[in-house]
């Protein structure tokens, strides 16, 4: 028979799998913090998406911050820069920061890529074939480069946004078939290199069919999120749902996936199939006190963010400023084990101030919730090295959120 687990149980194993539980952040403790935790939390997590955006932070540290707390970021970019990192980058969610080991683990789309591209006449690569071979050979000949070293005439603005030049689309495109390969980042920028400049040779040499790869993926989609229904086990590494689908019953097979049902999480509100990591630790509490990147895993899909927290969530970024909600940047504010609201962050870095310009609280929010995100808020002013936080009176929250900080 089928184990039923209820919503709230269901909502503990998804933040205890995502690394939550720990005592909540607080400042002065980020010699805490090294080499180890953060590795030890990548593995956990499987990967960090990244993203360009830093009004607050860049995305990829904030996971971290949010389940360790304070610690040197520099310490997070160590793991992926020098000779022998253990992070690179792939398009695994979106672009992020993966354990170097899994590289092999995505050829199969590497290849997909390639043979896509082989197949539209009108893919870019088709009539751009000698730039793509030149791009190799500056690489080969100078090391690893940023795309604003090679760039050359050819380069021109395209949107009202931003451009991007031959050599830029060149280097992309090597990168999505795996030609070049990630070699850090240089203020932000990628550095691009061949893959034998940064890889070990039996990391090259290693060859993982694609059923295999889909499975080890699924595993660790599981036990990352600790439970999940078939979409959210797909959706960690954006694989298809049939292969995925193929994934689950050989890991249910073997064990390692454990069948079971949650009320609410199927059509309608009724009970929906889903999918136990056989590792996963049933909490009976998680008093957790962070908020979340929008690009957090326990958030970044937006359908479970509603099934576990009844949290509707939408970043407004690209929302007209007029037709915003809740704000530019915000992010979810997790208390205990629930969503309990929402803050628009910015790091106003040269006068040296958090400035929350909006704040919001969930209709359900207890009510020490602004005193507990006054905490969060102040550990993150001083991580971030802030003297000043100043709370916009805009949102529900920002009044008892203000009075908290004052």
Do not use: C
């Not at 590497?110 to 088709?126: C, E, F, L, P």
């Not at 060149?170 to 850090?184: A, M």
């Amino acid at each position: 028979m089928v184990q039923t687990l209820s919503p709230a149980l269901a909502r503990r194993v998804a933040l205890a799998a995502q690394g939550f539980g720990r005592p909540a952040p607080s400042a002065g403790h980020t010699a805490a913090v090294g080499i180890r935790q953060l590795t030890a939390l990548v593995e956990r997590l499987a990967l960090l998406q990244i993203d360009s955006v830093n009004v607050f932070e860049r995305s990829h540290y904030l996971p971290a911050f949010s389940r360790l707390g304070p610690y040197d970021k520099a310490q997070l970019d160590r793991l992926s820069s020098g000779k022998t990192p253990r992070l690179t980058e792939y398009w695994v969610h979106e672009a992020s920061l993966i354990p170097v080991d899994d590289w092999p683990l995505f050829r199969w789309r590497m290849q997909a890529y390639r043979d896509k591209a082989g197949r539209d006449d009108a893919h870019w690569s088709q009539a751009n074939a000698p730039m793509l071979a030149w791009l190799l050979a500056e690489l080969a000949e100078n090391g690893p480069m940023r795309a604003s070293e090679i760039e050359h005439d050819a380069n021109r603005r395209s949107g009202p946004w931003w451009g991007w030049s031959d050599v830029k689309i060149g280097l992309e495109t090597l990168f999505r078939w795996g030609d070049v390969v990630s070699g850090g980042r240089h203020r932000f920028e990628r550095v691009y290199a061949l893959p034998e400049q940064v890889f070990s040779t039996e990391l090259l040499d290693r060859e993982i069919p694609a059923a295999e790869a889909h499975r080890t993926l699924i595993g660790q989609a599981a036990r990352a999120h600790g439970i999940g229904t078939v979409t959210d086990l797909a959706d960690y590494f954006r694989l298809r749902t049939e292969p995925a689908r193929a994934a689950i019953a050989d890991l249910v097979d073997s064990g390692e996936l454990i069948p079971v049902r949650v009320p609410g999480w199927g059509r309608g509100g009724a009970a929906g199939d889903a999918w136990l990591h056989r590792d996963a630790r049933l909490p009976r509490r998680i008093d957790a006190a962070a908020v979340l990147s929008p690009f957090d895993p326990v958030v970044w899909e937006r359908a479970r963010a509603l099934r576990l927290f009844d949290f509707h969530y939408r970043i407004e970024i690209y929302t007209p400023q007029e037709k915003r909600q809740f704000g530019y940047y915000v992010l979810p504010v997790l208390l205990g084990d629930t969503i309990v609201g929402r803050v628009d962050l910015k790091n106003d870095r040269q006068a040296g101030v958090l400035r929350v310009q909006a704040s919001w609280a969930e209709p359900t929010a207890p009510a020490d919730t602004a005193a507990r995100l006054a905490e969060v808020l102040r550990s993150t002013a001083a991580w971030q090295g802030l003297s000043a936080i100043e709370v916009v009176p805009r949102g529900t929250l920002a009044a008892g959120l203000a009075a908290e900080l004052a």
